[in-house]
């Protein structure tokens, strides 16, 4: 049997406890790139699951622009969702009934761990 993290205790926002991957959908940047190459739910996904389960730093477009194409991080997790190892699915938008935040509702099956030999990859303890 599997065992998968679902909830944990938010590093911002009082200290609740919520559901992974939680996070504002917005750009990394303001400017153009930004909104053509961000404003995408799957590599949004990809940002959230990096800040939130392998400790990254929020990804900002301080240094240009994300380059996911050359990221093994979205590499890796692209390749297992169009392989079919990792589904992704819309549940719905929800309300935080004490901040009044909404919330895209999304469920990922993950992949098996990655072996500790792929490149950019850290296995979650």
């Known amino acids: 049997m599997a065992s998968v993290l679902t909830i944990r205790q938010s590093r911002h926002g009082g200290g609740l ?6 996070g504002v959908f917005q750009p990394t940047s303001p400017g153009p790139t930004g909104q053509t ?6 590599r949004f996904i990809t940002r959230e ?15 240009g622009p994300v380059d996911y194409d050359a990221w093994p ?26 901040s009044l935040v909404t919330d895209f509702l999304i469920r990922c ?4 761990p990655p072996s500790s030999s792929s490149p950019g990859i850290t296995e979650i303890p």
């Open 17 to 22: 406890y919520q559901v992974i991957p939680v």
């Open 37 to 42: 190459d961000d404003l995408d739910l799957w």
């Open 49 to 63: 699951y990096n800040e939130e389960l392998l400790g990254a730093p929020e990804t900002t477009g301080d240094n």
């Open 73 to 98: 991080f979205h590499q890796a997790l692209q390749k297992a969702r169009q392989g079919g190892e990792l589904r992704v699915f819309w549940l719905g938008v929800g309300m935080d009934p004490l």
């Open 109 to 112: 099956r993950p992949p098996a």
